[in-house]
């Protein structure tokens, strides 16, 4: 079993991106004009919602400014972003909508893009796929002729979309369509599935010989056979209400002239005479978007690449390593460097590599006041370890006084031209020093919570400038500082939702009271004299206002705490590590042990993880209802939907009975399944087996044995074991090297070009523009290098094609067939 999991491939799936504004935005239907409402933004995988904004009020070209990332747990055909208008009575109302194929998601990959909002039409809001057979059979009538008869087959479906946030109750029509007929037949209606069974098999008449005597009201001829077709709609039965389309598929019959059976999976598809009404007049939405698809082969495949950038630290000079020269040729792209960062953090290797770019760094730099002030590879690996280790660190020092700042909501506006009338200048900038004071004393009091690997970094960083500027006795604090402070702390007061700080991107008049804290907590933490400092300020109500800082001993506090986070002493412990909060969000919850599988028996809760307990709350805030040691937990694993007839179900089993919960989402149930899978991975009562379904009249569902205590009949699913702050896969991060290298392609070229042109020309180094593209000290040992890079990088490209040629076939379950449309 391991050896076939270890050569298994993965396709793994993540979206990132950024829903900027909305323009002019069109009324909605009704008596309502869409300036008189609020508006919202969703992000739906086919027809699941996954992502939603907060509401913003009385615009038609409202600003949202939110960013999102999520991983894609399960394969999807659209990805699609809809505008929202809340009426007085609280009702949603669709304005319109961009919707992109997964297929042409690429087209806009990494760039802001306006898209024209197109109309929301009940026929097209579709997926699922369906399986079919069809045969053709002759077969002899009474009277001795020979006719054609047509089967059909509805086998199954798969990932038909939930209603109203439940499964659907579905059921299929079957019609044989042409010029001069319609025969329609219909399934039985499945309860509560969006994988419904059907397995119900319809014969249709297709010819008949012209001595066929019986009356018909249609007459079928041999050659109809060409403009026959059959097509299937799936419904959701709504009992007294109207039922609702889930989308259709047709397929001619003329399929079967070659083979008289068509076995097959198709793609459902929206109904192609929906209403038809013009876009121009819904307005635009601007989006940036980024999707990746990485296919991420068995972990050997990628043990040359990986040594090779592992080996970066040790390479002298550190521009011929691997890893600096990735960063070389990706200047311009600043994402570029992340997965090498992660990489290097997953293996020790991060402070070494670092120490060694910021010293190449400060040889090339002149002033001491200009150290680590541009975005070079030095400030961009610093800036990603920051983001990623320094997570935790963010959440204990900045989320109660940010929480504070975002709810509490008190004016702070001390712009004289941006006062509105009625406020008070004295009390708003009474309102920002305390706030500031907050924040600050928040900071500098935090040393004992930075992570260690900042704190290793920060000394070399320290140690590096004082080398380079011995005589400065300030360089030495303004190295750290200027991550600290500037590129850390300052930035995440400013944004604080980027920094999952906050779920969303705070209001105007909060984003204006967080910008106004974040300036003075950069010129607060940034090293220099206090006149210095105060002439930074080009305005000059900041000016006013921060000489009220003068009097107390901001510039102590300061130079203790960068010593605290920088110096070879030891960090106090408390010898209790803090519980940091890893996901919290609404559930649905579950117990074992209940007698009804009525809604009654779930209920909505607060679910909360950290790093020592899950808990459920009755609502966000709230005293726990139940908490459970992470270290009791023996197994997190997702549950069939059969058990409850509910999808995007997980259970936690634990020393008592299991709790079962239903996520809001399939993107959320994978984020709880890792959060949790992760925290409780190396708990030594961990099982080897699971029940995928629940136990109820007497046994387990999935296998049943009617024994309560049965050990599982599933094996669990195998955790890596990633550092829990970190969660890092090394596989997935250096195919992501891979994949960068493979696409720029051209750049390593020309720099071995400047390598081979540098080591053959022996005389003064000229500034040649193939030159100065790159940082070439050593041309033998770079171009070297990255004779080894091309080497492995063939050889996995190798393992890629190999695998590549097993592509499914069309028609599979993993590659279905996109059929006609009406």
Not at 353 to 382: K, M, P, Y
Not at 543 to 559: A, L, M
Request: charged letters at 25%; one cysteine or more.
């Amino acid at each position: 079993m391991a050896e076939e999991d270890d050569a298994r491939i993965r396709i793994l799936q993540s979206l990132r991106g950024k829903i900027c504004e909305a323009k002019n935005l069109g009324p909605v239907s009704g008596p309502n004009r869409q300036r008189d409402l609020c508006t919202f933004c969703t992000i739906s995988l086919d027809q699941e919602e996954v992502f939603r904004t907060k509401g913003f009020d009385k615009s038609v070209s409202p600003f949202y400014g939110e960013d999102f990332y999520f991983e894609i747990p399960r394969p999807f055909q659209c990805l699609s972003f809809y505008v929202y208008a809340k009426s007085v009575f609280q009702r949603e109302l669709a304005v319109g909508k961009v919707s992109i194929r997964k297929d042409d998601l690429c087209k806009y990959s990494g760039k802001e893009h306006w898209f024209s909002l197109q109309p929301v039409d009940p026929n097209s809001e579709v997926q699922g796929k369906v399986h079919l057979e069809m045969r053709l059979n002759e077969v002899i009538t009474e009277n001795g002729s020979v006719g054609q008869h047509l089967l059909v087959r509805i086998i199954e479906c798969q990932e038909l979309p939930l209603i109203s946030g439940q499964n659907c109750d579905p059921y299929a029509t079957v019609s044989l369509v042409g010029p001069a007929r319609s025969d329609q037949k219909k399934t039985k209606v499945k309860k509560k599935t969006s994988n419904p069974h059907f397995e119900e098999t319809f014969f249709f008449e297709v010819t008949r010989s012209s001595s066929y005597s019986k009356k018909s009201h249609f007459q079928v001829e041999e050659e109809d056979i060409e403009k026959l077709e059959i097509k299937v709609d799936l419904w959701n039965n709504e009992n007294l209400a109207q039922d609702v389309f889930l989308g259709e598929t047709r397929v001619p019959v003329k399929i079967l002239r070659s083979d008289h059976i068509h076995k097959a999976w198709y793609l459902l598809q929206p109904k192609g005479n929906g209403s038809k009404s013009k876009s121009d007049d819904l307005g635009s939405l601007r989006l940036k978007l980024t999707y990746i698809e990485d296919t991420v082969l068995p972990s050997a495949c990628y043990t040359p690449l990986c040594n090779l950038l592992l080996k970066s630290p040790d390479v002298k000079p550190i521009s011929a390593s691997a890893a600096h020269i990735l960063g070389d040729i990706y200047r311009e792209r600043y994402e570029a460097v992340l997965p090498v960062v992660r990489l290097l953090l997953h293996h020790n290797r991060f402070v070494p590599f670092v120490s060694a770019v910021a010293a190449l760094e400060l040889d090339n730099t002149q002033e001491a006041n200009t150290i680590f002030r541009g975005n070079s590879l030095a400030t961009r690996c610093i800036d990603d370890m920051m983001k990623i280790v320094g997570k935790n660190y963010l959440a204990v020092t900045l989320k109660p006084v940010i929480d504070e700042i975002c709810e509490s909501n008190k004016t702070c506006e001390i712009d004289p031209i941006k006062l509105k009338e009625g406020d008070n200048v004295e009390v708003n900038k009474e309102n920002l020093q305390g706030y500031v004071h907050k924040v600050f004393s928040s900071i500098t009091q935090s040393s004992s919570s930075c992570p260690t690997l900042m704190c290793d970094v920060f000394r070399s960083l320290r140690q590096l400038a004082c080398k380079r500027f011995p005589v400065d006795p300030h360089v030495q604090y303004s190295a750290v500082s200027s991550f600290v402070f500037l590129r850390f702390f300052a930035v995440a007061v400013l944004s604080p939702h980027s920094f999952q700080l906050r779920s969303h991107h705070p209001d105007p008049e909060i984003s204006r009271t967080l910008t106004l804290i974040s300036k003075t907590i950069q010129t607060l933490g940034s090293w220099g004299s206090l006149s210095k400092k105060l002439s930074s300020f080009k305005e000059t109500y900041m000016y006013d206002f921060f000489k009220s800082f003068q009097e107390d001993k901001c510039i102590e506090k300061v130079k203790k705490f960068l010593d605290e986070i920088s110096s070879n002493v030891s960090k106090e412990s408390s010898g209790l590590e803090d519980a940091w909060v890893l996901k919290e969000g609404e559930v649905q919850k579950r117990t074992q042990g209940r007698k009804r599988l009525g809604k009654k028996n779930f209920k909505k809760r607060w679910l909360r993880v950290t790093s020592r307990e899950l808990s459920y709350h009755k609502h966000k805030g709230k005293e726990a209802l139940c908490t459970i040691n992470v270290k009791n937990i023996q197994a997190v694993e997702k549950l069939d939907e059969s058990a409850f007839n509910r999808k995007n179900m997980f259970q936690v089993v634990h020393s008592e009975k299991p709790l079962y919960v239903q996520a809001g989402n399939c993107v959320e149930a994978s984020e709880w399944l890792e959060v949790l899978g992760q925290v409780s991975r190396c708990n030594e009562g961990r099982l080897a087996t699971f029940h995928p379904s629940n136990f109820t009249s007497g046994a387990w569902q999935c296998c049943k044995n009617q024994s309560n205590n049965a050990p599982g009949c599933k094996p669990c699913t195998a955790t890596m074991l990633a550092n829990l702050q970190l969660d890092i896969d090394c596989d997935r991060e250096t195919e992501r090297i891979f994949s960068l290298l493979s696409s720029n392609d051209t750049k390593l070229q020309d720099m071995e070009d400047a390598c081979a042109s540098m080591a053959v020309y022996q005389g003064p180094q000229r500034e040649q523009e193939e030159y100065s593209k790159f940082t070439i000290q050593e041309p033998k040992e770079t171009f070297q290098t990255l004779k080894q890079l091309r080497n492995v990088m063939e050889e996995l490209q190798m393992q890629h094609n190999i695998r590549n040629d097993t592509t499914a076939q069309y028609g599979s379950l993993d590659n279905p067939i996109v059929g006609k449309t009406s």
